[in-house]
């Protein structure tokens, strides 16, 4: 069941079951189960070994990001009466929605990695041609021994204390640099500053840098008809960050606004990328962080909030308990980890403990 029900909706995992042996679950059934399992994740995880100093890279990367599950009606009701400490309003099944009000609401589970890997010097050609071309994949270092977490039910606090845990029993004696990579939200670096050591390096993604650049180019130049010029210019300002000239950027960006006379949304969204770069200046020396071979950018981060999360939480029709849903993230991240096997192994001798315990008493 468990097996089943980690890729596959309740119902479906129990249909499953159903027709292999014969016999029939109610869905309720499962999801306790499945609740049940999960109280054994953070004792098993408390008790895995470090790895081995030999099998880990030069680095620690630490990164973070925060990915939506939508919750149930009540769930969600329950949260603003809190909020507000007053009662909800209407929550009638046709209700017309306001402007700009989601059909589906959303609580943010926080997402986190820690993993080693072998520097990886670059220059500002080589790391152009991999983004257009993807030539540097078979020669890019893999992540060892990387491990996933979300919390959904604490958030943030209870994910970065997991993260400093994490970080120091892969670095112990604190001698290996330490990169942080994130999507440049203030909430996440107030966090990494509060929990984390000192002296980790913080580094803005690189791919949500090239978001915001797209962003401006539409807005300078025709989608339909003026592909290649928005390329050629998003490349040239990509080129200018990699050698770690982020003013020269902004200053651009505003040279831009006034000369173009740009007006409405335009205008708002070029000025926002300002805002984003210059926010986030002390994070975006990538000709440092290329220099010293550190990663730029956070795919391990963000393959986790796909596969964590998304790829099991966010289907269709689909609206959870916060409970179950934090089950169901921490046997995920179990399985992501490739800790399945072992996981079982020592959630069935807790469970032959219990029983026995259970049988004694009786007895």
Known sequence: MAAFVIDDAHAEAVRKLGTILG??????????????QASDVEPFQESLPVPEPSQEGAIVVVSADCKGVPLVRSALAAEEEDETRQPPASSAPHQ??????????KRMAAVGAVYTIEPFVRTTDEVIDELQRKKAR????????????????????????WLADELCRRNPEGTKPVVFLSDGER???????????????CILDLL????????????LFEEG????????????RLRILLEGKVGHVIGGLRQTVTKRKLRGSCRKTVWEVIGYFDGNR??????????????????????????????????AGMRWHPDGAQAMLELRATYLNGEWNAFWTAHMEREDDRLYGKLRHIG
């Open 23 to 36: 016999i029939s679950i109610p869905i309720r059934t499962s999801e306790d189960l499945n609740r049940e």
């Open 96 to 105: 017309r929605r306001g402007q700009g009000e989601k059909a589906n609401r």
């Open 208 to 219: 949500h840098v090239m978001e915001r650049l797209w962003k401006v180019a539409w807005c």
């Open 138 to 161: 078979k020669r890019r270092p893999h992540p060892q021994h990387k491990r996933v977490r979300a919390d959904l039910l604490l958030g943030k606090v209870s994910l970065f204390l």
């Open 282 to 315: 002390s994070r975006m020396k990538y000709d440092e962080y290329l220099a010293a071979g550190y990663p730029i950018g956070s795919g391990v981060i963000e393959g986790a909030c796909r596969h964590l999360v998304k790829d099991r939480l966010e289907r």
């Open 187 to 201: 909430a996440l670096h107030d966090r990494q500053g509060e929990y984390l050591p000192e002296g980790v390096t």
């Open 225 to 236: 008809k003026q592909k290649a010029e928005a390329e050629r210019w998003v490349e040239d």
